[in-house]
């Protein structure tokens, strides 16, 4: 992929995407701005994780899903046949709404998306400082050959982070991370996602509207259209959309009148 | 809670409904223990046939085999030479002379052969252990009356020397050497042919192949085949490798074969005839292990730019791998104890040497087994008593490999 002036860290154009003939969103227009939080809110079922998705190719793995479209990243529409979507994956990075651990120690689970990257550095300081940025370090650096399972939900959630940060890559893309935590894990992860945004570009899917409020440069309203696909409903600085927003369903939801 | 009156519109109908589900536990209960019964019912008659008092009557008494007032077990190794060669047929002792002259064998070599050769006891009747433990006094009556001269001894028929023998018209000197040897070198091949080709199927079909019609014709055709009966496996592997493919399953193409194996009925044939019945099991629990495994692992694994490839195996196969190895495991189990395919391929239903690579001629547990029962002779069928203990116990060791694999690898992380 080559290297231009681009402002944008990745931007999706007249994107829809498909579950087989159903058309599940509709004409997605939105930039992702460079080393920002970005986070994506809307009632269930309008398709936010859909798109977060699109953004590396991960819906590649539902056989019936399809897309059309572009999501240019860096100049390049990763969806073109001459893309692989495992070069895409490994610089847009993802982090699940369940904590996903590997069944392995806490230190294989850091160092093996790094190792099978074909990563030549010293893998200790690696695993190290991905644990440090993921805000682990501290709870774990005597147990690290302990299986990633033992650890909390909130532990859990921060090793796929510093798995994820481990890879090096330019956006993290995250679909509900603290949906399944206590609000002090949360806390811990909108705290880290602050300090990531020093370095990576974040995208979060969220169900928690304090949340976007809390922690997000930006915010992208989506809803469901007329026809039950997703719409990109309105997207501006966090502030404007939860202060002023445009559209009075965006009001509507902030405000919890619906949704 | 009989005083609160049931809101109107519902029945007041709770004790029918502790009824009718008392009635079924009550019937699963039955057929549980219907099932133990069997079992049990198993087990004893085997036992009853494979101990049990024997009368042994030689055919000439020790006794009057010692010279010179020393009896027989107290002879020298000349003397009992002697004794040999005057008993037995002079062919027989050149045979015998020629393997290993009788000056290098030892005291007790020739004392056995003398007892096998020339007293030649012989079971003249046997009971069950039933009988043996129930119906003792009687027993000792009836050898009393019938067999004078015979000695009567507990005997359990499955013993060291059984299991050290090979096959013999006698029953009182056959063993399972050849059958149990035969029976593992089948397995291995057909484990050797069936676990990577079944293993790879199943990967295929579970992370490559897509939802098209073809592939679930295929997966379609492999779920009816596991339940096609043995016997067509056998007509298949007859057709295939025990005629079609004969330059190599005899070893032909190795160069030059035993005339007796050379028209393909080897234990490559049987081996690879059994693959082919328990490929299809092999193929379906491999795919329950691998669709076992969560798909957020695979999903982790692709978000971090692996390849499907380094996903399956780094992540797929070792969370499949107890569950594919337990499958395998008691799909082996199958093919251990299959028969009727084994007949059609070619088994030998007699051999007394021991296989020694893929391409000699066999038989198998199952089939000497078989064979033993239906013999005529009573002893037979102790010794087939015995032969099926050795069977369920091999089978018992397999099954206890699989739970241990499958308990190991899990409690890995």
Not at chain 1, 120 to 145: F, I, P, T, Y
Not at chain 2, 338 to 366: C, H, Q, R, Y
Not at chain 2, 382 to 400: P, W
Request: with cysteine; net charge negative; charged share 20%.
């Amino acid at each position: 992929m080559t290297e231009n002036k681009i402002t944008y860290a990745i931007e999706a154009a007249d994107l829809n995407l498909y579950y087989g003939e159903t058309l599940a969103v509709r004409d997605i227009d939105m930039q992702i701005e460079k080393q920002k939080i970005t986070a994506m809110i809307g009632p269930s079922g309008c398709g936010k994780s859909t798109v977060l998705r699109a953004f590396n190719r991960m819906n590649d793995l539902i056989p019936s899903a399809h897309a059309t479209g572009s999501v240019l990243y860096h100049g390049k529409d990763i969806y073109d046949e001459d893309v692989d979507p495992v070069e895409v994956r490994r610089r847009i990075g993802m982090v699940f709404q369940k904590p996903n651990p590997f069944p392995k120690s806490i230190f294989d689970n850091v160092a093996w998306g790094a190792q099978i990257n074909g990563y030549q550095g010293n893998m200790d300081e690696l695993v190290e400082e991905s644990l440090r940025d993921a805000a682990l370090w501290d709870e774990v650096k005597d147990k690290l050959d302990k299986s990633g399972l033992s650890l909390s939900g909130g532990q859990q959630q921060r090793l796929c982070i510093a798995r994820t940060i481990a890879v090096k890559p330019d956006i993290i893309l995250m679909d509900e991370p603290a949906s399944a935590l206590d609000p002090i894990a949360t806390l811990k992860i909108e705290d880290l996602m602050h300090e990531l945004a020093k370095e990576f570009t974040i995208i979060v899917v969220t169900h928690n509207m304090q949340q976007a409020a809390r922690v997000s440069d930006f915010t992208a309203f989506f809803n469901l259209g007329e026809d039950h696909a997703g719409v990109l409903e309105e997207y501006d600085v966090t502030s404007n959309i939860f202060t002023n927003p445009k559209k009075k369903t965006t009001e509507d939801y902030i405000t919890g009148r619906f949704g | 809670m009989t005083q609160i009156k049931e809101k109107e519109g519902f029945a007041d109908n709770l004790p029918q409904r502790h009824r009718s589900g008392g009635f079924w536990s009550r019937l699963f209960q039955i057929s549980t223990g219907v099932g133990i019964v069997a079992l049990i019912a198993l087990l004893l008659n085997i036992t009853n046939s494979a101990f049990g008092y024997v009368a042994t009557e030689n055919k000439i008494d020790p006794e009057t085999l010692a010279i010179n007032g020393i009896p027989l077990e107290q002879l020298h190794p000349i003397d009992l030479t002697y004794i040999l060669e005057q008993n037995v047929s002079a062919g027989f002792f050149r045979a015998q002379n020629n393997e290993k002259p009788f000056e290098e064998r030892t005291r007790e070599e020739i004392y056995d052969l003398v007892i096998e050769r020339v007293v030649e006891p012989e079971a003249a009747a046997t009971w069950s252990l039933f009988d043996s433990l129930v119906h003792k006094d009687k027993i000792n009556a009836e050898v009393a009356e019938k067999y004078p001269n015979a000695e009567l001894s507990f005997q359990s028929w499955i013993n060291g020397s059984f299991l050290l023998s090979p096959q013999s018209a006698d029953p009182e000197r056959a063993g399972v050497r050849t059958a149990v040897l035969g029976s593992l070198w089948v397995v291995t091949i057909t484990l050797l042919f069936a676990f990577p080709m079944g293993v790879g199927a199943a990967i295929y079909l579970e992370e490559y192949a897509g939802d098209k019609w073809f592939n679930r014709l295929i997966q379609t055709n492999i779920n009816n085949l596991a339940g096609v009966p043995s016997i067509i496996y056998g007509i298949l592997g007859l057709a295939i490798f025990v005629r079609g493919m004969e330059p190599i399953t005899s070893g032909a193409f190795l160069g030059p074969v035993d005339p007796t194996t050379a028209n393909g009925r080897t234990i490559l044939s049987a081996g690879l005839t059994l693959g082919l019945l328990i490929l299809p099991l092999v193929i379906i629990n491999a795919q329950e292990a691998i669709r076992a495994v969560p798909g957020s692992l695979r999903q982790a694994s692709f978000g971090l730019g692996a390849t499907k490839w380094q996903t399956i195996w780094h992540h797929v196969l070792p969370n499949a791998i107890p569950g594919i190895l337990t499958g395998t495991i008691l799909a082996v189990s199958r093919a251990l104890g299959e028969t009727a395919p084994l007949v059609v391929v070619g088994a030998s239903t007699f051999i007394t040497f021991d296989p020694t690579s893929p391409f000699s001629k066999f038989t198998t547990l199952p089939i000497q087994i078989y064979q033993w029962t239906s013999r005529p002779q009573d002893e037979f069928r102790n010794i087939a008593a015995a032969a099926i203990i050795v069977l369920l116990i091999i089978l018992l060791s397999l099954n206890v490999v699989a739970v241990y694999l499958r308990n190991r690898y899990s409690q890995k992380i």
